[in-house]
């Protein structure tokens, strides 16, 4: 469909609401779409033609943010939380909420030491707000399920950006509906890169390259298909790469640095590289490891992030590398593919060491959480952790500003647990009794802590003192209400 020759531009059809959705929908479809239209996502992606075989599209990079103000110190933007249209299946618009309009929304590229401020305008009929994911903010930014942006209203939201460089990203956290907000495409990157890291010559610019993966299901109009699973949190039957269907992306025989981001509601990927290839894992959620760790499989949780360096230099030009899923569904295994052609001049290195290691407070508190379902009076369940779902109403720890401490996360439970902590990062003293894998040893936002398995961190209560939430990232078990609330006290 083309929205130019029937008189009105894509931008301006979301501006009109429900109602010219309606008019969208009624356009018709392609020949392909039409044709495929009475089948189930899952048929479709079966039939080898079909509109959801993969490596059809060449992967979309997110739009960057423009500042609407720039100095040396600040940089502002604006930006309309909104419905729009993406072009996820051929021929077809698939209704999403984002960030301007785009699913994902726009990256936001920061530097550190200089501020970032986004008025952020709630262009939606319902409540929202907005969490920086792994950023160190002030509490009052932070995003707190219980502060919200009414439908039709604003809030100027300020990120200091005084933290190391990391790949971090944005998305809703709405009170009990992250759920269905983080599905409707309220996700973006925000990477807040340091100058300081420029003598590690890491791949830039084109070779730098921001990988968001999510699984979603299709209705036959093209529209997203949710189904609320409170046990095992939201599957789909279908691998999206920056909002792509299993794309391609061409590579040149050079290195590249990819950004993986895991946010998809509940699902988990272990991601291997063609037969079994290195992937050189140089950061994780709070930036870059001390040292680059090669590895042929990584395992990755709702919301975390994985830096990897790319040498596509070992594969001969005309080769076609496959990044798959292992484990996933037959559906759901082909993440994406790297069709390799002739490079240019190599400028990147891989670097030897990248970061020294902190010296941290020893730990003056000990907390153990218990991972549990529970099943309530009349029949319903909710996930907890300590024996309580959450509530606004109690602070379940007040942690002391500039210490740390060591928590013990058990699950007890037969599903696996992302637990996030806001405002703060964290490092991972053990998993189970075993020392982490080193690509795990440097500071991280998010964990895994697998069914029956106990994880132990260590947090830092660095920066700003103030009350933040810490929850699982598995969307629909942090919505019911797998969530605590510490208060950072000064
Ligand atoms: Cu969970």
């Given at each position: 469909?083309?929205?130019e020759?029937?008189?009105?531009?894509?931008?301006?059809?979301?501006?009109?609401?429900a109602?010219?959705?309606?008019?969208?929908c009624s356009?018709?479809?392609?020949?392909?779409?039409?044709?495929?239209?009475?089948?189930?996502?899952?048929?479709?992606?079966s039939?080898?033609?079909?509109?959801?075989?993969?490596?059809?599209?060449?992967?979309?990079?997110?739009?960057?943010?423009?500042?609407?103000?720039?100095?040396?110190?600040?940089?502002?933007?604006?930006?309309?939380?909104?419905?729009?249209?993406?072009?996820?299946l051929?021929?077809?618009e698939?209704?999403?909420?984002?960030?301007?309009?785009?699913?994902?929304?726009?990256?936001?590229?920061?530097?550190?030491?200089r501020?970032v401020?986004?008025?952020?305008?709630?262009?939606?009929?319902?409540?929202?707000?907005?969490?920086?994911?792994?950023?160190?903010?002030?509490?009052?930014?932070?995003?707190?399920?219980?502060?919200a942006?009414?439908?039709?209203?604003?809030?100027?939201?300020?990120?200091?950006?005084?933290?190391?460089?990391?790949?971090?990203?944005?998305?809703d956290?709405?009170?009990?509906?992250?759920a269905?907000?983080?599905?409707?495409?309220?996700?973006?990157?925000?990477?807040?890169?340091?100058?300081?890291?420029?003598?590690?010559d890491?791949?830039?610019?084109?070779?730098?390259?921001?990988?968001?993966?999510?699984?979603?299901?299709?209705?036959?109009d093209?529209?997203?298909?949710?189904?609320?699973?409170?046990?095992?949190?939201f599957?789909?039957?279908?691998?999206l790469?920056?909002?792509?269907?299993?794309?391609?992306?061409?590579v040149?025989?050079?290195?590249y640095?990819?950004?993986?981001l895991?946010?998809?509601?509940a699902?988990?990927?272990?991601?291997v590289?063609g037969?079994?290839?290195?992937?050189?894992?140089i950061?994780?959620?709070?930036?870059?490891l001390?040292?680059?760790?090669?590895r042929?499989?990584?395992?990755?949780?709702?919301?975390?992030?994985?830096?990897?360096?790319?040498d596509?230099?070992?594969?001969?030009?005309?080769?076609?590398?496959?990044?798959?899923?292992?484990?996933?569904?037959?559906?759901?295994?082909?993440?994406?593919?790297f069709?390799?052609?002739r490079?240019?001049?190599?400028?990147?290195?891989?670097?030897?060491?990248?970061?020294?290691?902190?010296?941290?407070?020893?730990?003056?508190?000990?907390?153990?959480?218990?991972?549990?379902?529970?099943?309530?009076a009349?029949?319903?369940?909710?996930?907890?952790?300590?024996?309580?779902?959450?509530?606004?109403?109690?602070i379940?720890?007040?942690?002391?500003?500039?210490?740390?401490e060591?928590?013990?996360?058990?699950?007890?439970?037969?599903?696996t647990?992302?637990?996030h902590?806001h405002?703060?990062?964290?490092?991972?003293?053990?998993?189970?009794?075993?020392?982490?894998?080193?690509?795990?040893?440097?500071?991280?936002?998010?964990?895994?802590?697998?069914?029956?398995?106990?994880?132990?961190?260590?947090?830092y209560?660095?920066?700003?003192?103030?009350?933040?939430?810490f929850?699982?990232h598995?969307a629909?078990?942090?919505?019911?209400?797998?969530?605590?609330?510490?208060?950072?006290?000064?």
């Amino acid at each position: 469909m083309d929205f130019e020759r029937d008189g009105i531009t894509r931008r301006s059809a979301m501006y009109y609401g429900a109602s010219s959705l309606a008019l969208v929908c009624s356009f018709d479809f392609d020949k392909r779409a039409r044709a495929a239209r009475g089948k189930t996502s899952a048929a479709l992606r079966s039939a080898a033609s079909g509109p959801f075989e993969p490596f059809q599209r060449d992967v979309p990079i997110p739009a960057v943010a423009r500042p609407v103000r720039s100095s040396k110190k600040l940089e502002e933007y604006v930006m309309d939380m909104q419905p729009g249209m993406a072009e996820i299946l051929p021929g077809y618009e698939t209704p999403i909420l984002g960030y301007n309009g785009s699913f994902p929304g726009p990256t936001v590229r920061a530097r550190r030491g200089r501020e970032v401020q986004i008025l952020q305008r709630n262009r939606t009929n319902r409540s929202l707000n907005v969490h920086l994911h792994g950023g160190v903010t002030m509490p009052q930014y932070d995003g707190h399920p219980h502060d919200a942006i009414p439908a039709g209203e604003e809030r100027l939201y300020k990120y200091p950006n005084v933290a190391h460089s990391s790949t971090l990203w944005y998305h809703d956290h709405a009170h009990g509906e992250t759920a269905q907000t983080l599905f409707a495409g309220l996700a973006a990157f925000y990477l807040l890169d340091d100058p300081d890291d420029n003598h590690l010559d890491l791949p830039q610019g084109d070779f730098d390259v921001p990988l968001m993966i999510t699984d979603r299901s299709f209705n036959k109009d093209g529209s997203f298909r949710y189904r609320l699973d409170l046990d095992r949190g939201f599957r789909g039957d279908t691998i999206l790469v920056n909002g792509a269907v299993a794309p391609r992306m061409k590579v040149e025989r050079r290195l590249y640095r990819l950004r993986f981001l895991n946010a998809s509601n509940a699902r988990a990927y272990n991601l291997v590289l063609g037969n079994d290839r290195d992937m050189i894992q140089i950061g994780s959620d709070g930036g870059l490891l001390p040292a680059p760790v090669k590895r042929k499989i990584i395992p990755m949780e709702p919301a975390e992030r994985v830096d990897v360096i790319v040498d596509f230099r070992q594969f001969g030009v005309g080769s076609k590398v496959i990044l798959h899923n292992q484990g996933g569904e037959p559906s759901t295994s082909a993440v994406m593919r790297f069709d390799v052609v002739r490079g240019t001049a190599e400028e990147a290195r891989i670097p030897k060491l990248m970061r020294e290691d902190d010296e941290l407070p020893e730990p003056n508190a000990e907390r153990s959480w218990p991972l549990t379902f529970q099943g309530l009076a009349g029949g319903a369940s909710v996930w907890q952790i300590g024996g309580g779902g959450f509530s606004e109403m109690r602070i379940d720890c007040r942690p002391r500003q500039g210490s740390t401490e060591l928590w013990t996360w058990r699950n007890l439970s037969n599903r696996t647990h992302p637990m996030h902590i806001h405002g703060y990062h964290f490092k991972i003293v053990s998993m189970n009794g075993k020392t982490p894998h080193p690509a795990d040893q440097g500071w991280k936002d998010t964990v895994a802590v697998y069914p029956n398995e106990t994880v132990v961190v260590m947090p830092y209560f660095d920066y700003f003192p103030g009350r933040y939430v810490f929850h699982c990232h598995a969307a629909e078990h942090g919505d019911m209400s797998m969530m605590g609330q510490m208060e950072v006290v000064a």
